[in-house]
């Protein structure tokens, strides 16, 4: 398969493979911000220069084949991307913007080149959609399974990430986008996706291949100094809002009909007969922001987000205790998470 | 086994895991350094704050059961040691100190948690040596092996790292400490250890396991602008020393009876009937800094490296081309890579 006269990775050799990653690296990422990267690939390591008066914010996250994806159902290049994402979405989080990012991929030695070169196309795209370059990582021989890792550096000014805690009684809790695509995309993957998928399924498919954080809008949020906690949204909000509610000593109750629903995914569950409010809250892989504000603030959100394109809902209030969700004019029950557990056996779903 | 109640990972869930890292390692590390680590472990990504004037050296290594280590040769705890080890050598290569590390492990289902134990255990030991703290990353599920990845970030002050490039033609060569030991215990390995081994088997195999990368001796040689040109040798001297000249655009002679070669080492070679000189080419692993430094300027360097309690040897000379070897009165050779190439098969030894 494939056009390549080198046709997997024991043809090629770990120099002749970072020589070929930084290669397609260099030709499809953006110019790095003017200065900010110093040196990358070719080095013992990256050199990185923050702006003056800027703190870095670091996260990293590990993907490994079968766990959370398959090579099945996601396109390299869709793994690619979806790698850096997840990471440049917790940078946004933090209020930070990206400088740069670092992966390490561990392939099993028979992996087609062209399945590398797609996966390091995707990548690329997404360090260009996001302005975090990769700017260096490393390249192994696994035994069965693709692993890969991203470290993900941002800058924040001085003062000014956001963190979970600091979430206070009768602040308002928000959501940017919508939720429940992912798990959408995902339960379709799950049942068989038909040949030429429908609009709406493409939609849902879409996001969960290609989520698309809205990292822009965290910084705002954060440099305007309005929010008062703010985390995004992987593992699906029942179960990140435990963290958030953690952290900031405070409960929250959310309101089940103000959570926003694409209509993609609306139509997607009715004909899978899902409640559509159960992708939203523990489906996962949202990427999005969730972030709460004091009330009196709230008429400030729309003039910050909407040049970004970003739209937000308030979902729900912060309480002094108790992780909730109510329907319109029910009374309020217990949101206790149900999203995937890595370590437990028999979890939902094959992520 | 183990006297743990909770036996496994499945038994543990993610969160439980987290938690339990996040005391494990806050208990271990050294506190960071005052005031750089801003919020660690607990949020969406950690927040530094390198010193103002200081740029960050960002680098990234995988390390994979079976390719790279063998739970059966290595305890949990020198696995962890290692592999933040082998990326503050990367730091130290850069003229760069340690600032945080991030860590991702994805684990078979079924791992001990006395194993994860002992791995933070060794990990964290690391952490303190080097004032290198963990300050986040991510634990996940893996099908069948063990597959870490590190992330070290670093500090140097602006405009003194030192890169690859830079080797002029008649710079002395040199390398810190000695070459070969790491070879030497992955040999003994190979062959089976001994089950009482003597102290030159214990000596050998201690770095192998545990290597002590002189990173403060990379940060002194780049803060008195004495070296040219810099990078750790962790693939074996034979092969890193093309990308040095490469990258410098120059070639370098290797005076064979210049190898720094330890007593252990040595004794080790001659029982397996082995060149000692061979693993100290190709062994790999030896995590000790390689150097040019104009010779004018050599004399500088035991002032500046004898506090640290660090040698340096100068084992050759920068040429205008070629990578060679001399023996003793002997005609100059090619000096080709012959180490552990990740990608092929039947590559020598099990790493």
Same mark, same amino acid.
């Given at each position: 398969?494939? *056009? ?10 770990? #120099? @002749? ?13 953006? !110019?790095?911000?003017?200065?900010? +990267? =110093? ?13 003056? @008066?800027?703190?870095?914010?670091? /996260? ?8 959370? #994806? &398959? =090579? ?38 028979? /992996? ?5 070169? !797609? #996966? ?20 192994? =021989? ?8 991203? /470290? ?6 001085? *003062?000014?990430?956001?963190? =979970? ?11 940017? *986008? ?6 959408? @995309? ?5 049942? @068989? ?52 509610? &953690? ?43 969730? #972030?709460?504000?004091?009330?009196? &603030?709230?008429?400030? +959100? ?12 308030? +979902? ?6 108790? +992780?909730?969700? !109510?329907?319109? *004019? ?22």
């Amino acid at each position: 398969m494939g *056009g390549d006269l080198l046709t997997d990775l024991t043809e090629l050799g770990e #120099f @002749g493979l970072i020589a070929r990653v930084s290669r397609g690296l260099a030709r499809r990422q953006v !110019a790095p911000a003017a200065g900010a +990267i =110093r040196t990358a690939i070719g080095d013992d390591a990256a050199l990185l220069a923050p702006p003056p @008066g800027y703190e870095v914010v670091a /996260t990293a996250d590990a993907l490994v084949e079968t766990v959370h #994806f &398959r =090579r099945d159902w996601s396109s390299a290049a869709d793994i690619g991307w979806k790698a850096l994402a997840a990471n440049v979405s917790d940078l946004g989080a933090m209020g930070a913007e990206p400088l740069a990012a670092l992966v390490t991929v561990a392939l099993p030695p028979h /992996t087609e080149l062209k399945w590398l070169d !797609a #996966f390091y196309v995707g990548l690329g795209e997404c360090a260009a959609a996001y302005g975090c370059p990769v700017v260096g990582g490393d390249t192994v =021989r696994a035994p069965f399974h693709v692993a890969l890792s991203v /470290t993900a550096l941002g800058t924040v000014p001085e *003062g000014q990430a956001v963190h =979970r805690r600091g979430a206070r009684v009768g602040d308002c809790v928000c959501v940017t *986008g919508v939720l429940g695509d992912s798990g959408g @995309g995902l339960a379709l993957l799950e049942k @068989g996706v038909v040949r030429r998928p429908p609009g709406h399924h493409r939609a849902v498919l879409g996001w969960h291949r290609r989520p698309q954080p809205p990292v822009a809008a965290g910084a705002a949020l954060a440099r305007a100094g309005v929010v008062t906690a703010m985390m995004d949204l992987s593992d699906g909000l029942a179960s990140d809002v435990q963290h958030l509610c &953690r952290e900031s000593r405070v409960g929250i109750r959310v309101q089940a009909e103000r959570l926003p629903i694409s209509d993609a995914a609306r139509r997607t569950a009715g004909e899978l007969g899902v409640e559509p409010t159960h992708w939203a809250l523990h489906g996962g892989e949202d990427y999005q922001m969730l #972030f709460t504000v004091p009330a009196a &603030r709230m008429s400030e +959100i729309p003039a910050l987000l909407g040049p970004l394109g970003v739209v937000a809902t308030r +979902i729900g209030t912060v309480t002094a205790r108790g +992780i909730e969700i !109510a329907d319109v *004019g029910g009374a309020p029950r217990p949101l206790h998470p149900l999203g995937f557990a890595h370590f437990r056996e028999n979890a939902p779903g094959s992520r």
